[in-house]
T-cell receptor, first 108, second 114 residues
Framework: RKEVEQDPGPFNVPEGATVAFNCTYSNSASQSFFWYRQDCRKEPKLLMSVYSSGNEDGRFTAQLNRASQYISLLIRDSKLSDSATYLCVVNYGQNFVFGPGTRLSVLP | DAGVTQSPTHLIKTRGQQVTLRCSPKSGHDTVSWYQQALGQGPQFIFQYYEEEERQRGNFPDRFSGHQFPNYSSELNVNALLLGDSALYLC?????????????FGEGSRLTVL
């Protein structure tokens, strides 16, 4: 079983849609959780950290369920510029483990 | 404030050759990690350098080696290149302190092995 697994995608959604991405991790010692965004042929960049209480940043909401070892990302009112690959990242100690990513295409 | 810089941006090698990739971390960062990203995959951790020592290593063969210099810059060396080594090689730096959370990536070095 891979350490971090994500929805295989791709997700093709119309502008204005709400889309949710799921991620599961296998290492119960994981301490920190993140969503990174990677545009085509570019480097990954931090989108947001994920906290147990859930956190929101504008149209983006992240949730963490430690008991189920599950992380989610919700994007509301999606924009064309949201088209990218979304990478779930799990950290323990100095080790950052990336999921395979889920590609999102927002269509006009 | 310069971010993470990598060189070269693109290179083409043939099987059996050796390659060296270079990385300068973001100012103030002392930890450098290297990742391999194959097409359509997430980044895979190769190793991490801190205080000029390899601190952690992923599941990569000994053909992959590295170095960190006193100025925190780093090199990734790959010997005896295989076709399967074709990938984007990403360098990421992070600030001092345990698991601060954000990795800052360079734009990567795209290696093609023919």
């Amino acid at each position: 079983r891979k350490e971090v697994e994500q929805d295989p995608g791709p997700f093709n959604v119309p502008e204005g849609a709400t889309v949710a991405f799921n991620c599961t991790y296998s290492n119960s010692a994981s301490q920190s959780f993140f969503w990174y965004r990677q545009d085509c042929r570019k480097e990954p960049k931090l989108l947001m950290s994920v906290y147990s209480s859930g956190n929101e940043d504008g149209r983006f909401t992240a949730q963490l369920n430690r008991a189920s070892q599950y992380i989610s990302l919700l994007i509301r009112d999606s924009k064309l510029s949201d088209s990218a690959t979304y990478l779930c990242v799990v950290n323990y100690g100095q080790n950052f483990v990336f999921g395979p990513g889920t590609r999102l295409s927002v269509l006009p | 404030d310069a971010g993470v810089t990598q060189s070269p941006t693109h290179l083409i090698k043939t099987r059996g050759q050796q390659v060296t990739l270079r990385c300068s971390p973001k100012s103030g960062h002392d930890t450098v990690s290297w990742y391999q990203q194959a097409l359509g995959q997430g980044p895979q951790f190769i190793f991490q350098y801190y205080e000029e020592e390899e601190r952690q290593r992923g599941n990569f063969p000994d053909r992959f080696s590295g170095h960190q210099f006193p100025n925190y810059s780093s090199e990734l060396n790959v010997n005896a290149l295989l076709l399967g080594d074709s990938a984007l090689y990403l360098c990421a730096s992070s600030a001092p302190g345990p698991g601060t959370g954000e990795l800052f990536f360079g734009e990567g070095s795209r290696l093609t092995v023919l």
